[in-house]
């Protein structure tokens, strides 16, 4: 209203104003006084004396906890917090525990306006995935323990952040001094060099890891290890860290140079006594000779041996004749043969044994057996068909012992050397059937006994290998080779032979079978470490992949009843309830429900004094 006009009208005038951005801020300031509403994580107000001003609505589940509502006092746990960071002027954050989860509360005080906010977050999950997190570093820890020298990991160049208490304290240093290289300085000085060159190469290359090498321990005792790792990666191909086992290879090392010494002994004894030994594996063809074998054969160590390149060897005349016993060894009959070879171009006797080997099913891997060079002890007998009767017969065979038997009279003749070999005087004694089964080792007595008499019936020479009795006690081998003479109506007449002390070479090959033994042994041994070592690092790479703790759990006991053949794997905790159970949680080899069956139990009583509880009660395996 500007008034009256001149001619009596009042007088009006109007202004526009431009309130946009006005409007704008309004509705920015409405939009912002929802925000702490509509947040979903808990936010409240508290008055300097504790009474709470405001709560949105994510605050009720910490509300009803605290059986407290807005323009009440909040609880004295509570009130504490708010009055410390109320007078330090300063931020505070704690963990707040309820029945529906876990809350970090910062408190953030606002001393000017005499109040102070209340930011809450729900953390319950992350540390769900923390506990988890740690309960899966126990149990790899736990399994990396259990080997000797345990589990090591390194930083992405090369950094050493984690060595297993096993090593540490074998070696005596520190978690730092490892840290700083200091497993260089008590590696052996041969080694040092090497392995630290190897390991920085390893890194750059971003390679596998997987050498030998020797530590001083505190014992002043130099320990073989053996070192495997592999680089363990991101999402995105990175190194994140890396990561293996020590293996104590100690006792092996050992075992590798005892085996080592008796290899060498072996090879000098089958030179000694022109015996050597072979191995046919016959799912895959390969034939492994011993050095004399070799030598026995003529042919080149470097040579690759088969079934086949054996029967080149064989004189023409008797090949058929051992591929026949070799089949019929096959189907369950001896081998015990003897038969020509072309070594280097001359004719060699040689005498074959086999042992066959079978696997836990009953199927054929191979055979095992020794060879023998006869050829100077088959001119022997070549030359005793030669020579007159008895008297030829003696002057060939000096210090052999020689026996004459008339068959029709039962008469038996030995020379001077029988007596001996037999354990009997030659001026007291009587040489007769009767002595000689006196002195036989009564599990040999029925065999040496049916040999002579097939020999006769079927006209062949008699080879046959007996034990006698010393009075002593002492056991000697005898091996007897005999012919026999007939006459014009193919009755036997007489038998003429020789009698050769063969214990020495008896005892060789029990040598050489003991010895295969205790080889196989060790291949098992080094099997088991290998597969041990694969289930860690399939382990390793499960974690990487784990989305949660029980997968991962369930993972490694599958893992560890693969790679490890272990029939039945389970992983189970220790409850803290009254009856003190063990809740299993992951397992591989059992059928479902079957853990629960067993109503396991750590406690001391009748449930829980099995395996599990006691190793959980005494923390011992």
């Not at 054969?297 to 005349?317: A, C």
């Not at 193919?490 to 005892?507: A, F, N, Q, S, Y």
Request: charged share 30%; with cysteine.
């Amino acid at each position: 209203y500007l008034g009256i006009s001149n001619n009596g009208y009042p007088k009006f005038g109007s202004a526009v104003f431009d309130i946009t951005e006005n409007e704008l801020a309004q509705k920015e300031i409405r939009s912002l006084a929802k925000f702490p509403g509509e947040n979903p994580n808990p936010v409240m107000r508290l008055s300097g004396d504790g009474i709470l001003l405001y709560a949105n609505e994510a605050s009720n589940t910490l509300l009803e906890v605290w059986k407290t509502a807005v323009n009440e006092r909040v609880p004295d746990n509570i009130r504490a917090f708010a009055d410390r960071a109320f007078h330090d002027d300063s931020r505070c954050t704690v963990e707040i525990a309820t029945g529906w989860g876990t809350f970090s509360l910062e408190f953030v005080p606002v001393v000017r306006e005499g109040y102070i906010n209340l930011y809450g977050r729900d953390i319950t999950e992350q540390r769900r995935m923390e506990e988890a997190l740690r309960q899966s570093e126990r149990l790899y820890r736990g399994i990396g323990e259990t080997i000797d020298y345990g589990v090591w990991v390194c930083a992405p160049d090369g950094r050493n952040i984690y060595a297993s208490e096993s090593f540490l304290k074998m070696v005596g240093i520190t978690q730092q001094q490892c840290s700083d290289f200091g497993w260089g300085d008590v590696l052996h000085p041969e080694d040092s060099e090497r392995t630290i060159a190897a390991w920085k190469e390893c890194v750059r290359t971003e390679g596998k890891w997987d050498i030998e090498h020797r530590f001083r321990g505190v014992d002043g005792v130099w320990h073989s290890v053996l070192a495997r790792g592999v680089p363990v990666r991101d999402e995105q191909g990175r190194i994140t860290y890396w990561a293996g086992i020590n293996l104590d290879i100690s006792r092996l090392k050992e075992t590798e140079e005892a085996l080592t010494q008796i290899r060498k002994d072996l090879d000098h004894a089958q030179e000694v006594g022109q015996i050597g030994s072979w191995r046919l594996d016959v799912r895959r063809n390969i034939l492994t000779w011993s050095d004399e074998n070799h030598r026995i054969f003529g042919v080149p160590k470097d040579m690759q041996m088969t079934y086949e390149t054996f029967l080149d060897t064989i004189h023409p005349e008797d090949r058929a004749y051992v591929d026949e016993q070799w089949k019929s060894a096959l189907s369950g009959m001896p081998y015990d043969i003897q038969h020509r070879i072309i070594a280097d171009g001359m004719v060699k006797w040689v005498r074959e044994k086999a042992y066959l080997e079978f696997d836990d099913q009953g199927g054929l891997l191979g055979g095992f057996g020794t060879t023998q060079d006869i050829t100077e002890r088959k001119k022997a007998e070549e030359a005793i068909t030669e020579l007159n009767e008895r008297l030829d017969l003696a002057q060939e065979s000096s210090g052999l012992g020689v026996w004459d038997w008339n068959v029709a009279t039962g008469h038996l003749d030995w020379n001077r050397k029988m007596f001996d070999l037999m354990g009997l005087d030659a001026d007291n004694d009587k040489s007769s059937f009767a002595a000689w089964r006196q002195v036989l080792h009564p599990d040999d007595l029925e065999q040496a006994e049916r040999r002579i008499y097939e020999a006769l019936d079927r006209r062949h020479t008699l080879q046959n290998d007996y034990r006698i009795l010393l009075p002593d006690g002492e056991v000697r081998w005898i091996n007897a080779l005999g012919k026999g003479f007939f006459d014009d109506a193919g009755k036997p007449v007489r038998m003429l032979g020789i009698c050769i002390d063969i214990t020495e070479r008896k005892t060789i090959e029990a040598k050489l079978i003991a010895s295969n033994t205790e080889l196989k042994l060790h291949e098992d041994e080094l099997m088991r470490l290998n597969r041990t070592l694969k289930a860690l690092s399939d382990s390793s790479q499960a974690m990487m992949r784990a989305k949660d703790e029980r997968s991962y759990l369930e993972d490694v006991c599958r893992i560890v009843v693969e790679d490890c053949g272990h029939a039945m794997v389970w992983v189970g905790y220790a409850e803290q309830d009254e009856a003190r159970t063990v809740k299993p949680v992951a397992h591989a080899g059992f059928e479902e429900g079957y853990l629960e069956t067993l109503r396991l139990s750590w406690a001391d009583n009748e449930y829980g004094r099995g395996p599990t509880g006691t190793a959980i009660r005494t923390g011992s395996p």
